[in-house]
């Protein structure tokens, strides 16, 4: 049995993940911020984190995760103005859709997802109790946290922090900013006129949360102090999540998080995919375009989440190819006949153990691809030798390595839904007199090998 190991961000080195508690890992992913729809880009981060949470249930932990929705902040105010619609219209709309794209990509939904709006109660009072320790301080346009008064500010973006300090008189209200304008950071918004209706009326004045402050609250809140993994795509190592440190820990000082796992960027032409570049697809374009869904969830899944990824929509068209591989095997354990296959037993082993050797390397995913694939090479030569026991032996096998993959199944289950909208379309038919069209569907669904039954209990479909 190997280990399990994580890159950790925080250390710079590759280690064995020992979560708190022996069985239950506690992890926080950093959510989108819902003034648009999400562009696939964001799309990969989501499918790391879903990526990983299916390992470690591999694994046998139980997970427990929260992501959140940030759903105030300068840019969903900024957009939410612009189309005329109140703030809560607006993001709520964004987060439907994005909800929506989860579920397409067939990635699991967290069952904790707080949206910022609805902790600020929270976040006053952290904010509260780094003025109360002097680390935090009122200036005209908001409270700012001191990050000299914080020893260890900087350590996961790995910044020269005497340097930064010696230089670190100035403030920054924006909230995105890069390394060299490392300066004291916002924690509350005063109220600008900008800002119209959205403010909150608080003992620490009447404003709104920077951006930083609902990660370290909301992780907090639901996970404890500290808590396992952290996770977010490599943009936020600074300032973002150096600043929920810096929060978290001068606060209460306990360490915040022991892993911080962080996603490289999906790029376009070597350029990050940005909603500001314009450079972007969503979920939607690509689906227009014809794509499937399974496809575009294993291209993302396909490149190591460490190593940056070039999006090439040509690579969408092959990837089918190697799904129906898949998908041809499964069919074909359905229909074996054999007396037994007594080797088969030790190819399970094999390749469960290449798989979760490969996978326990920092999620090392073509290593687990290679193992599948390699299994199905094997197994698909002593095919005919196979009993049907041995076929069920072998589909359990690949069916959990789907728990990890999520791309075998979820086509099944697109396909019947198909099929069965298909069949109703039918019945409608039926009942409304239009025999052509009823026949039509009929001969339609029998090109794809579906077969109708008329049973008492209604219509039944069956494949051939
Ligand atoms: P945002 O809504 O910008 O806060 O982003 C949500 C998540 O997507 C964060 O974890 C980002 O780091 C991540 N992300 C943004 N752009 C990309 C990209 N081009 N490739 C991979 N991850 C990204
Ligand atoms: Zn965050």
């Known amino acids: 049995m190997t280990m399990l190991k994580f890159y950790n961000t925080l250390t710079r080195k590759t280690e064995e993940f020992k979560p708190i508690s022996k069985d239950k890992v506690t992890i926080y992913t950093c959510g989108p911020t819902v003034y648009n729809y999400v562009h696939i880009g964001n799309l990969r981060a989501m499918l790391v984190y879903d990526l990983v949470i299916r390992y470690l249930k591999f694994k046998g932990y139980k997970v427990k995760w929260v992501m959140n929705i940030t759903d105030v902040d300068d840019k969903t105010i900024r957009d939410s103005q612009k189309e005329g619609k109140t703030l809560k219209e607006f993001t709520e709309f964004y987060t439907k859709a994005f909800l929506k794209d989860l579920k397409t990509l067939n990635i699991n939904i967290p069952k904790i997802m707080p949206k910022a709006t609805e902790e600020i109660e929270g976040m006053v009072e952290l904010v509260k109790k780094l003025l109360e320790k002097g680390i935090a301080y009122r200036a005209d346009d908001g409270i700012y946290f001191s990050i000299k008064k914080f020893k260890d500010y900087g350590k996961l973006a790995n910044l020269d922090i005497d340097k930064l300090k010696a230089g670190a008189s100035g403030r920054v209200n924006a909230q995105e900013y890069d390394k060299e304008n490392a300066h004291d950071f916002v924690l509350w918004k005063f109220y600008d006129s900008k800002d119209g209706d959205v403010f909150w009326k608080t003992d620490i004045g009447k404003g709104r949360p920077g951006w930083h402050i609902e990660c370290s609250v909301m992780s907090s809140k639901y996970l404890g102090k500290p808590f396992d993994i952290h996770m977010g795509g490599v943009d936020l190592i600074f300032p973002h999540h150096t600043n929920e440190i810096a929060q978290s820990e001068a606060a209460y000082d306990k360490k915040f998080c022991n892993y911080w796992m962080h996603n490289e960027h999906l790029l376009v032409n070597g350029e ?30 396909s490149t190591h989440y460490r190593n940056k990824m070039d999006f090439r929509e040509e690579n969408l068209k092959k990837i089918p190819e190697t799904l129906q591989k898949f998908y041809d095997f499964l069919d074909k354990l359905d229909s074996v006949k054999g007396k037994g296959a007594p080797e088969i037993k030790e190819m399970i082993d094999v390749a469960l153990g290449n798989f979760e050797k490969a996978m326990d390397n920092d999620i090392n995913i073509s290593g687990g691809l290679a193992a599948i694939f390699d299994f199905m090479t094997k197994v698909n030569k002593i095919m005919n030798d196979m009993s049907k026991t041995d076929a069920s032996a072998v589909k359990k096998l690949m069916l959990k390595f789907d728990s990890v993959l999520g791309v075998m199944e979820h086509e099944k289950a697109e396909l019947d839904s198909e099929i069965e909208k298909m069949v109703e379309e039918r019945e409608k038919a039926r009942k409304e007199k239009d025999f052509e069209k009823a026949d039509n569907i009929r001969d339609a669904l029998k090109e794809e090998g579906i077969i109708l039954e008329d049973t008492p209990k209604g219509v039944r479909w069956k494949k051939v």
């Open 272 to 301: 990050k995919m940005s909603k500001s570049l314009g450079n972007f697809y969503t979920l939607r374009d690509l689906l227009d375009k014809g794509y499937r869904a399974e496809a575009i969830r294993y291209e993302l899944l």
